[in-house]
C-alpha cells in the first residue's frame, strides 16, 4: 500500500538519528538548557537575520499555537484566523482553553484576501464603536499559516499588507509555519526567512512536519511578547529532555539541511501533479506546496483507494471528491513513481 | 428626548422598591439562604410545573450564560450558536473566558434554521468521524435566546424540534431567556413556561429586562447539570444580600405581574409598529416582541434623532438604515404617543 | 432575637433609597456610562486625592478580587495572601479560576509579619534562582485586605513598608476594603484614602458591608493595570443598570456619609468590647474595628445562642470557643444595649 | 566531571534507539493509533491486571498532571496535595491553569501522615459546613507521588488507607508516577502494578525519567474519569507522532525491562548510600529509591562540587547543607565507583 495520506508519517531525518545515537549515554542538563539548543537557536537567528529575537524550541503545533496567543493576549483579547485557519476547526478549541475567542474571517484558498479583511475591520470597528467595545471580543493578533491549511502561500506583498494592517490596528502579526520548509521550497516564493522574522511578530520554524521526530522552533522577534518559560511550564510544555529538540534544529538548520529536504517534498509533489493534470485529472486547488488537491471521480477514488492512502476532504458534487496526496521530506521518487503508475 | 434605545433604562417596577423600602433595615442571611429567595424559587417552581428542578437566581445574563455552560460543558467542548447569539457576539467572550469554544451556525432572523442546522451537523459529524473528533471542539450543548436579539420568537413545534435534535446528539438545550417574558406576551407565541422546562435542560427568566433592579432567575431542569453554589461563587457571582433578588423574583412571579409588565412592553411595541405601518415606514424584521425593527431614510433617521434616542443597527443601502426601537415593561402609553407623533 | 452574625445583613442607607425611589422611572443609560457613575468616580478621586487614577464600581468582593488580580498578572504568575486571606479561603478558587495561585504566607492575626515575609521572600528567590524560575508559581502582586478578615488594620509604616518589599522585587500591591470604612473609622487608625492610593497600585472602597445594596469601588492607581471595561464584561461582571451602583456611592461619598456610618459600626463595637471586657470575657484578638473576637465558655455560648446571632469560629480548648460578634453601619444603641443586657 | 544531579540527564535504553532507527522510514497513523501505541497499551493493561482500564501515552509529566487532574475536576473544584507535592511547587501553577486549586495539607518526608490527613479533613469538613461550603474549593481528588519527591514510598497499607479516605469522602486517588519504577523496585516496597490499578482512580508509569526519550503512560481505572483523546489535543499535549510513545513503551513493557532498568537504578543508588554510610555522612531521609539525599559539611560539598555534580536542597545548620544524588536506570557501577572514590 502506497500511503500519501500525511506529511508526518515518518519518523526523522537520518542525519537526525545519528547525532541523538552519538549522544544517547551523554550526560545533558535538561529544560532546554544544553548546548545543543543553544546552538541551534543560534543558527536560527542566524538564518532570520534578527539577532536580538528570542527562540523557544517546543513539541508540537497546537502547543506552540496556543502558548504564542497566549503571551500576546490579554484575557479577554480574541485572535483572528481565517475560517479554516488550524486553530479554528483542528485544534481542539486550544486558544479558547487559554480563555480566547478565535474571531474567524471568511478566506480565499485557506488565505486571507486582503480587501475582505480591510473591508471586515473597518465594519467590526465601526459596530463596536457603535455599541461599545466593551461588548466584543476584540482582536488582538492575527494568525496566518503559511503554507496554508489548503497548500496555498504568502507572497512578500501580502505578508507586507498584513504588516500594515497589523500596525494601523495595534495586532500583532503570527505566522503558523509547520510546514514552513515546504512553503519557502515553493516555486513562485518570493519570502525569506528574515522576511518573516521582520513582518511577523512571532512565527515558527516546523520540524514535526519537516524532518524532525517533533518539535516547533517558534522565533519571538517583539520583545513585547512574554513568551517566557514561566508560561511554557504553566501550560505543561516544558520538554524535560530539551536537547531532543536542540539536536533536531541544530541538525536541521546545519549545511542547509532543512532547506533541502523541504525542497524535496515540493518537488515529488509537483511531479505528482504534472502528471495528474497530464492525465486529465482536475486539479482542486493551485498549490505550489508539498500538499496537492484534486477532484476525482468517486469510482476512480474507489479504485485508488485499493493501493493507496490519500486524505479524502469533501464531496465535489454528486459524483466526484476532493482528495489530497502530500508529500513529505522523506517522500520517494520511486514511491511517487509508484504512484503515478497507477493513476 | 423620547428615549427608545433599549429596555433596561428604568429602575424596577415600584412595587419592589416598595418593598425593599420595607425590609430595607430588617436583618436577613446573605447568599440567597433567606426567606425571599426561598419564596421565588418555589413560585418560579410552580410556574414553569417543575417542582424537582433547580431555580439558581444571578445577578445578570452574560454572568448566567457563562455559569450554565460552564456547568453544562467539559473543558474541551463546545457550545452551538446561532452567528447573532449573544453569546457569540456580545459578551466580550465570557464563555471563552471559561474555556468553551462557541460555535457558529448561521440562522435566519436570529433564529435557527432547522433544517440547516440538522444539515450543519450532518455535515460536521460526517467530517469530523473522517478526521478525527479529538482535533475538533465537539459540541455539547445549543443555545438559543426567546425572543432572540431580533425580537423574534421560537414556536412550540421550533423548540421540540432542537429538544429531538438534542436528544439525538446528546446535547444539552439552553435556553436565554432575558427578555423571555416579551417573548411569552408576544401575539402569535404558542410556548408556556412549562413547554419550556419541559424541552430545555435549563433556561432563564430575565429579570434585568422586565421589570428588576438586576436579577435572572435560572431554571436547571436536568440534574446531571451542577450548576452549583460553589461554581457560582468560584465565578465571583454570589451575592452578598443575595435576598435583593429574592425580593425581585418573588414580587415579580406574585400575582402574574411578570406577564402583566411585560404585556405592556409588546402592547407598546405594537401599537407603535402599526403606526409606522401606516405611515409607511419599512419593517426591517417581523417581530411580535418589544423589540422592532424599521427601515428609516437617513434624513429622517436623522430629524428623528433629535427628539427621539433609538438604537442604530445597520446600513441598509446608501440612502437607508436599520433601527431598532425597543418599549420596556415600564414604556407609557404616553410615551408611544409623543413618539407616533414624531412621525 | 439579636443579631450580630456579621456585618451585611442590612440593606442600604435609607438615603441611597430614597434616591432610588426619586430616579427610579427616569431612563438612564447602562453600563456604568450615566452621569450618577460619573459624580462617583468623581468624588472618589478627589476624597483618595489620585486625579489621574481610574475607577471602576462593581456589584461584588469575590468579584472584584477576581478581576483586578487577573488584570495584574501574566497567566503563570501568581498573588501573595497571608494563610487567612480571604482569596485563599473563602472565595471558592476564583483567583485559580482565572488561571493563578495564590501563593500562602503565614500571618499573624490576618496580617503580613514583615520580617517574616521579608524572610520568606529571600528564601523563595534563593530556592528558584537555584532551581530555575520557569518551574515555580512566580508571585508579581501582594494581596492584603484592610482590615483584615480578623478586624485588625494595617499601620501607615506597615503599608510602607509592603509598598517597599513591591518595589523591590517588582510587585504589585493590593488592597482588598470589603470593610475599609471600618479600618479607617477605628481608634489608633494611621492611613487615610490618600495614602492608600498613594501606596497601593489598586484598592477598593467596599460597599457591600459598609451601607451600600452592593457595590466595591475599585481605584487603580497604576496605569499599567488593565482593568478595562472589556475584562469586566469577560468575565460577566459588568452591571447592566450601572446607575444603580453610581447612585449609591454617589451617596455614600457625599457629605462624609461613608465614614459617619462607618464610624457608628466601629462605636457599637467597642462599646460591645468594653462592656465584654467589663463582664470579664477574654479577648481574642485585639480588633480596633467592627469585628470583634471573644473567648466563651461553651456553655455560655449555648446561653447566648437561644437570644443573639453570633458567628462561631473554632474551638480554643475543650470548654471554650471562640466567636466573633460583628456590627455594621446600621447597628443600634439599642440593640448593643439589648445584647449587653445578655452578658 | 561525574554527574549525579539528576536522573533525566540520558537519552533512552538502547533497545528503544534501535527500534526507532529500525522503523525510521516506515509510515505511521498518526495521533497514537497506531500498532506501537496499541501494543503498549495491551502490555501495560496486562502487567497492572486491569483489562477495561483506558491507557494514554503523554509527552511529560506536568502535562500528565494537569490533563488527569483536570478530567477529574469541575471547574471549581479542587485537588489536596501535600506541601512539597510536585503539583503545589515545581510545575509553574499548571493545575491552577486550568482553573483549579492546589489544596496544601503539610505531609511527613514528602509522603501524607494519615493521622494527619484525617484530622486536617475533620476539621475542614466542620469548618465548610459551619460556614457554607460555597465558599470553599472542595477537594475532588487526593494527589500524590510514589516515589515522593524526597524518594520515600508508600507501602500498601498506607495506600489501602488513602483509599479508604477517598471512599469515606468521594474523592478520586491519583498517584504520580513519574518514577514509579524506582519505587517498585526499592527494598522493602510491597505494592504492585494491580494494586496500584486497584486502588487508585488514575496513574502514571513514568518513562521520562526511567528509560525513555520522553514519556508518561497514564492509566485510567476509573471509567467516570474522561481523560478523552479531545482534552488531550485541547490541551496541546496530543503528540503528532504518537507512535514513538509507542514504540518507547512497548519496548519498556517487554521482558521485565521497564523492572531491570529501576533495579539497576536503585542498585546502584543503595551502593552509593552503603559507601557515604559508611565513611560517616550523614543520611537526611531514608529513601529506599534512586534519590539519596544527605547532609554534608560545607567545606566538603564545595570540595566534592569540582568533581561532581549534585543538587543543592537546602541549608541543614550555618555549616552543613542537604544535598541529593540521583542515580538512573543508565547509571553504572564504574560512575558510582568513582564517586566513592571521592568521598
Known sequence: MLRFDSDYMEGCHPAILQKLQEINLDKNVGYGLDPYCESARAKILEAC????????????????????????????????????????????????????????????????????????????????????????????????????????????????????????????????????????????????????????????????????????????????????????????????????????FDTLMTGGLYMDISKNAVDQALRLRQAMEQKGYKVYIDSPTNQQFFVLDNEKMAQLSQHVKFDYITPADATHSVVRFATSWATTTEQVDNLMALL
Open 49 to 248: 537575520k534578527c539577532p536580538d529575537a528570542q527562540v523557544r524550541l517546543l513539541v508540537g503545533g497546537t502547543q506552540t499555537n496556543m502558548l504564542v496567543i497566549d503571551a500576546m493576549l490579554r484575557s479577554n483579547e480574541g485572535v483572528i484566523a481565517t475560517t479554516t485557519g488550524h486553530i479554528n476547526v483542528h485544534e481542539s478549541g486550544a486558544i479558547e482553553g487559554c480563555g480566547h475567542k478565535v474571531i474567524p474571517v471568511k478566506g480565499v484558498n485557506g488565505k486571507y484576501d486582503m480587501a475582505a479583511l480591510k473591508q471586515w475591520l473597518e465594519a467590526f470597528y465601526e459596530e463596536t464603536t457603535e455599541v461599545g467595545f466593551e461588548h466584543y471580543v476584540m482582536p488582538r493578533a492575527i494568525y496566518l499559516s503559511n503554507p496554508t491549511e489548503l497548500g496555498t502561500i504568502y507572497s512578500l506583498a501580502e505578508l507586507e499588507q498584513l504588516r500594515a494592517i497589523c500596525d494601523q490596528y495595534g495586532f500583532y502579526l503570527y505566522m503558523d509555519g509547520a510546514r514552513l520548509g515546504y512553503g519557502l521550497a515553493a516555486p513562485g516564493n518570493d519570502l525569506t526567512l528574515p522576511d518573516i522574522a521582520r513582518l511577523c511578530d512571532a512565527f515558527y520554524i516546523g520540524g514535526t512536519k519537516v524532518g524532525a521526530l517533533m518539535g516547533e522552533a517558534v522565533v519571538v522577534t517583539n520583545p513585547g511578547i512574554e513568551l517566557t518559560r514561566g508560561l511554557i511550564k504553566h501550560r505543561g510544555a516544558m520538554l524535560a529532555k530539551g536537547w531532543l529538540l536542540g539536536v533536531q
